[in-house]
């Protein structure tokens, strides 16, 4: 499957942004899908997950309640809505898939496909 992410930019603290991630090639629905960010300097980290075939989620603590991760399969798709966007969300935000059941990997490492990322930036 191959992914783009899409649907970064400059925006305000406190303002939003919804970043896609289309698969071409393969029905995304079959796949679990992860969030993923990197800060200059730092480690590539976890933000939010769907499992495959199924409503399950998982987010890390320090987004829940601000973004929120949810599919549209007729456009196989898979959307970030980051709301109440803060200065230290700035990275470049990246979606990975993998195939496997139950999976809402937290790890880079658990995920086959990458999108190339897209970059956000929050002004203070």
């Known amino acids: 499957v191959q992914l783009q992410a899409s649907g970064g930019g400059l925006v305000q603290a406190g303002g939003s942004l919804r970043l896609s991630c289309v698969a071409s090639g393969r029905t995304l629905s079959s796949y679990a899908v992860g969030w993923f960010r990197q800060a200059p300097g730092k480690e590539r980290e976890f933000v939010a997950a769907t499992a495959r075939n199924s409503g399950v989620t998982s987010y890390t603590d320090w987004v829940k309640g601000r973004f929120t991760i949810f599919r549209d399969n007729a456009k196989n798709t898979v959307y970030l809505q980051m709301n109440s966007l803060k200065p230290e969300d700035t990275a470049v935000y990246y979606c990975?898939?993998?195939?496997?059941?139950?999976?809402?990997?937290?790890?880079?490492?658990?995920?086959?496909?990458w999108g190339q990322g897209t970059q956000v930036t929050v002004s203070s």
């Open positions: 990975a898939a993998n195939p496997r059941y139950g999976s809402t990997s937290r790890s880079p490492s658990g995920y086959d496909y």
